[in-house]
Each structure stands twice: as C-alpha cells, then as structure tokens.
C-alpha cells in the first residue's frame, strides 16, 4: 500500500513524550520523513531509533524552542538539509497550574514563552517553505497546532495556562483563513485529558484537583490524537479540517 506522505518533510516540535512522539511515529509510518524536535536529545534518539526499526526515516534536532530566535534557526536548519518542509506539527507545551496567588510569575512565563510565542516563532518562519511545498508535490502544505479542550473552557488555577491555548485556538483560525488561498491548511487539535507527563508538572494541590475532576475517567493515549493529526494531513487537498475536539469518552 502506498504511504501518502512519502516524499513529504515534517518537523514536529515537543517530540520527545506524548503527543509529540506519537504524532512523529505516526507520520513516519504514513512516509514522511520526520525531524524530532525538543530539549532532550537522548529521549529523540530514542524515538529516532523506534521509527527507524519500523522502516522510516528520522532526525534528531535538539533545541529548547522557547529560547528567543532558537524556532527560525531550527526551521532553517530542516530547510537547508531536507531541502524542503511540507509539514508543521506544534505539539511542545507545558501546564503548570495552581493557585495564581502562590505560584511564582516566572511558572506563567514559562508557559508563555513556550505554549504560545514559540508555537508563533515556529509557525512563522515556517510559512514562505509551507508555500513553497504546497506549489509541488501534494499541492498543499500543512499546519497542525496542539491546543487544548482548556482553549475552549477556562477553569480556576489555570487562568495562564487557559490564556496560551485560547490564544493557540484563535491563531490557528486566523491563520487558516489567511493561507486557505496559498495551499495552507492550518489547523487545530484541542484534546482533553491525555495520557502524557503534562500532569506531572503540577503543583500538588493541582494534581489533587485534576485527580477529583478527572476520576474515572479512561484518559486517551497520545496515539489516539496522533491518529487525528494524521488523519487532518492526510486528507485530499481539498478537504481541510480546521479544528478537532477529541474528550476521552467518559469525562462529562
């Protein structure tokens, strides 16, 4: 069976653990060829070498993307070595809730600084290649950003982690309509609770609260969404799925 993404290069950021890591497994097997992007170098070995055992093709580019110029440098870089870029994943993020009182600023700029500005930083460089790539080949390009059901629905103790998805949601919208013309799909996934080790950044009066809200709930697996993210690229050119909900089955 043909792989639809052969000949296609996707970059996908926080691909290290969870959403990330399976979003590249899965776009590895669909025939892309995948630069796995995050602070830890050993971790994207390891994910390199599991696509690798299975047949496809990876490469480790380590880089902390929340450091100012560092997304423009990582998108030249896969520019100038694969010679072309077809795919953006932004999937890096973090959570760090708690009570808005206690926890210390430099917690919210954290999140700022890498839910949000990076994910922009990325997706802007990103953009004239995106054009490019879509004038060939698949005859589109693609954009998928990793939002949350919390840019939806705002929750106490999570006022800043809120803000950065919210804001993530409304970007990727705006962006769809102002690229639909140019072959640019942009669009974005917003999951509820996740199997990944977003919730162990927590605060543990946070921890306890997510506990409460979320028990018995089945939580999804990152391959779940990474199936979703595959399914959005992998769609005729014609067809663009601008934005996904996906909620584990029983969480009210």
């Known amino acids: 069976m043909a792989k639809r993404l052969e000949g296609c290069t996707a970059l996908v950021t926080g691909a290290s653990s969870g959403i990330g890591e ?5 776009l590895a097997a669909q025939g892309a060829r995948v630069v796995l992007v995050a602070r830890r170098a050993e971790r994207l070995a390891e994910v390199a070498d599991r696509i690798a055992t299975a ?12 450091e100012r110029g560092v997304p ?9 070595t694969e010679r072309r870029l077809d795919i953006v994943i932004n999937a890096a993020g973090i959570m760090l809730n708690g009570d ?3 926890r210390p600023l430099s917690e919210w700029e954290q999140m700022v600084d890498l839910n949000l ?8 460089a990103a953009l004239p290649h995106l054009v490019q790539a879509a004038q060939g080949g698949r005859g589109v390009a693609d954009v998928v950003n990793i939002s949350s059901i919390a840019g939806r629905v705002a929750s106490g103790t999570a006022a800043v982690y809120n803000a950065t998805k919210f804001g993530v949601t409304a ?27 977003l919730f162990e950044h927590q605060a543990p009066k946070a921890q306890e609260r997510l506990s409460r809200i979320l028990d018995k709930v089945e939580y999804l697996h990152p391959e779940d969404v ?5 399914h959005i690229i992998t769609r005729p050119r014609r067809v663009a799925l601008a934005e996904i909900v996906i909620r584990p089955t029983d969480h009210i």
């Open 22 to 26: 399976a979003t590249a497994v899965e």
């Open 55 to 66: 047949g496809g093709q990876a490469r480790v580019l380590a880089a902390d993307i929340a």
């Open 72 to 80: 423009a440098q990582v998108v030249a870089d896969v520019v100038a």
């Open 100 to 102: 808005s009182m206690d």
């Open 117 to 124: 500005t990076a994910l922009l930083a990325t997706t802007k």
């Open 171 to 197: 970007f990727s919208e705006a962006m769809r309509q102002e690229f639909a013309r140019r072959d640019v799909r942009v669009s974005v996934v917003e999951p509820g609770a996740v199997s990944t080790e």
């Open 226 to 230: 990474a199936e979703t993210i595959a």
